[in-house]
């Protein structure tokens, strides 16, 4: 999206970037004004394989229930979720309001499966990945979790940014570090909405396709666990989470839920 605008705390950034793959390509469903990407992880891997040099600089979003309720809201937010190059499903009633309008094959499509797809392959397709966000203590057990699982993944570096806004002398040298280490793939766990913000901002600023994966490290580090196979596949899997961690999201899924039962499901938005 050319000429996007979005504050970010500091003024205005005004991001003039131009897609390096046709985004026409990519089919989608309007939900809530968010065009969600109307695909599956098979699509998913494949359009990546193919694009991946010219997907660097680019970001793409996982968006849930959540986020797509939050961009309802707030235009600057809903531009940067279709600001980048997709907005794929993560959440299942995404998917599955994107089948009730004629999207048969639309499926979930979660960010930290898509991370785990990827890594898997890396080694044969030589990928390189750099990992920014969360705390120093998960990035640590991250980095001995990949190790052991993918013995000869290249990992070009990890970076736990500070728990405030960083000044523009601090947010240069990350991009300067992030490009010298050239990564393929910049994986994203800020949380939403900081992780897709983050991306905007630094659309084209970056050498590397960004991807904003939320709990991924926490996943892949053992920190949280992945809901059972059949409670993904039931799209309850925001269930198993509210469990793990009641305090901080009961109030946002009565909330999101809520309000995307009422718009997305009964009025068609």
């Avoid at 961009?71 to 997709?86: C, F, P």
């Avoid at 299942?92 to 890594?119: A, C, D, F, H, W």
């Avoid at 925001?238 to 901080?248: A, V």
């Amino acid at each position: 999206m050319a000429g996007l605008i979005y504050e970010n705390g500091k003024g205005i950034v005004n991001n003039s970037y131009v897609h390096k793959v046709d985004k026409s390509q990519i089919p989608t469903c309007n939900i809530l004004g968010v065009d969600i990407a109307a695909i599956n992880m098979e699509w998913l891997l494949e359009f990546t394989l193919q694009n991946i040099e010219n997907l660097s600089g680019d970001y793409m979003c996982v968006s849930n229930v959540h986020t797509t309720v939050s961009a309802y809201e707030d235009a600057a937010y809903k531009a940067v979720q279709n600001g980048g190059i997709m907005a794929i499903p993560d959440g299942g009633p995404l998917s599955s309001v994107g089948q009730r309008r004629g999207n048969k094959g639309m499926r979930r499509t979660t960010g930290p499966s898509y991370m785990e797809e990827i890594l898997k392959i890396s080694v044969e397709k030589g990928y390189r990945h750099f990992f920014y966000g969360s705390t120093e203590e998960t990035l640590k057990k991250l980095y001995q979790a990949l190790a052991r699982e993918y013995p000869k993944i290249q990992i070009a570096g990890m970076y736990s940014p500070p728990f405030r806004t960083m000044t523009e002398d601090e947010d240069a040298a990350i991009v300067g570090r992030i490009n010298e280490a050239t990564p393929d793939f910049i994986w994203v766990g800020l949380g939403a909405p900081k992780q897709e913000k983050w991306m905007a901002v630094h659309q084209g600023r970056v050498k590397g396709f960004m991807v904003g994966v939320g709990a991924g490290f926490d996943y892949l580090a053992g920190n949280l666990k992945r809901a059972p196979e059949w409670m993904q596949k039931s799209n309850m899997e925001w269930f198993y989470r509210l469990l793990q961690d009641p305090k901080r999201l009961f109030g946002r899924y009565l909330h999101t839920n809520t309000k995307f039962i009422w718009h997305a499901m009964i009025r068609g938005k």
